[in-house]
T-cell receptor, first 117, second 109 residues
Framework: NAGVTQTPKFQVLKTGQSMTLQCAQD?????MSWYRQDPGMGLRLIHY???????DQGEVPNGYNVSRSTTEDFPLRLLSAAPSQTSVYFC????????????????FGAGSRLTVL | TQLLEQSPQFLSIQEGENLTVYCNSS?????LQWYRQEPGEGPVLLVT?????EVKKLKRLTFQFGDARKDSSLHITAAQPGDTGLYLC?????????FGTGTRLTVIP
């Protein structure tokens, strides 16, 4: 049981290049999300998905695209990288779709550190 | 807009000391979670609090949810170097969890 797997762990891009951060989970979780983490700003939600074929925007979606063709995979695409996208990116998943009772527990990947020059 | 404010932002203490970190908001939470993140890893859930006034204990960690469900605190007794990390609170809103800015704790041996 691998949990949430992110690749690559490190990546350096030049401004304007495109790339995809991969995220896969083997827990049959319905909900998946992408966060970015910057110093002093905590984790900010980029995009999320409540199931295959369904995606939606979070707090900071500009410059990023996502798709959810399978339950297991939730890739994050940068179409034209900018230095402002230098960050550590975390993928997370949970079984619950969201509950008033607070049962939504996120399992995070180990992160992908992206540097845009 | 940051929905959750955490304080202090940084905390450095000696092994064996006690400490408290705070998570505050101007709005009411339906529930709140605390996570700990170690360098090079993703955050890991410590606890979920749901009921106003609720107190939960996890070994030397005590979590409290304010009576009005607008704030929460994490108290660590006799801190150990293994407690070093970034402590994050998070609230559930719609389908998603939104995180505070975090408190970075360093426990010096």
């Amino acid at each position: 049981n691998a949990g949430v797997t992110q690749t690559p762990k490190f990546q350096v891009l030049k401004t304007g290049q495109s790339m995809t951060l991969q995220c896969a989970q083997d827990m049959n979780h319905e909900y998946m999300s992408w966060y970015r983490q910057d110093p002093g700003m905590g984790l900010r939600l980029i995009h999320y998905s409540v199931g295959a074929g369904i995606t939606d925007q979070g707090e900071v979606p500009n410059g990023y695209n996502v798709s959810r063709s399978t339950t297991e995979d939730f890739p994050l695409r940068l179409l034209s990288a900018a230095p402002s996208q230098t960050s550590v990116y975390f993928c997370a998943s949970s079984y619950s779709r969201g509950s008033v009772s607070g049962a939504n527990v996120l399992t995070f990947g180990a992160g992908s550190r992206l540097t845009v020059l | 807009t940051q929905l959750l404010e955490q304080s202090p932002q940084f905390l450095s203490i000696q092994e064996g000391e006690n400490l408290t970190v705070y998570c505050n908001s101007s709005s009411v939470f339906s529930s709140l979670q605390w996570y700990r993140q170690e360098p090079g890893e993703g955050p890991v859930l410590l606890v979920t609090v749901v009921t106003g006034g609720e107190v939960k204990k996890l070994k030397r960690l005590t979590f409290q949810f304010g009576d009005a469900r607008k704030d929460s605190s994490l108290h660590i007794t006799a801190a150990q170097p293994g407690d070093t990390g970034l402590y994050l609170c998070a609230r559930l809103r719609a389908n998603n969890l939104f995180f505070g800015t975090g408190t970075r704790l360093t426990v010096i041996p």
